[in-house]
């Protein structure tokens, strides 16, 4: 099994950066793609943006030029670098993380974590 931990998330106004971190333990040897997802209050669950096996990265378009996503494989953390928020990417946000585990590929989400955009 993989156990996820968010930090990092908060209050800031429109304008400001936070950093996310997402720091992932246990069987974590063979990861296939590691990422982000938010929901916003009365939405659907959607990708923010992905690191795939190989260093690939994508993003939402809505957060492209903003949001930047990067690993620290001696840690096990993942992060994303958010500059320039709006209020409109207020919303709870998740690590994802694929992993290949006892031959099969399985999925795992952290509790998730809230960021509020707002003056």
């Known amino acids: 099994q993989v156990q996820l931990v968010e930090s990092g998330g908060g209050l800031v106004q429109p304008g400001g950066s936070l950093r996310l971190s997402c720091a992932a333990s246990?069987?974590?040897?063979?990861?296939?793609?590691i990422g982000w997802h938010r929901q916003p209050p009365g939405k659907q669950r959607e990708l923010v943006a992905a690191?795939?096996?190989?260093?690939?990265?994508n993003y939402a378009d809505s957060v492209k030029g903003r949001f930047t996503i990067s690993r620290d494989n001696a840690k096990n953390t993942v992060y994303l670098q958010m500059n320039s928020l709006k209020p409109e990417d207020t919303a709870v946000y998740y690590c994802?993380?694929?992993?290949?585990?006892?031959?099969?590929?399985?999925?795992?989400w952290g509790q998730g974590i809230q960021v509020t955009v707002s003056s």
């Open positions: 246990g069987s974590t040897r063979e990861l296939n793609a």
């Open positions: 994802n993380g694929e992993y290949w585990i006892g031959g099969g590929l399985k999925d795992f």
């Open positions: 690191i795939i096996t190989g260093g690939t990265t």
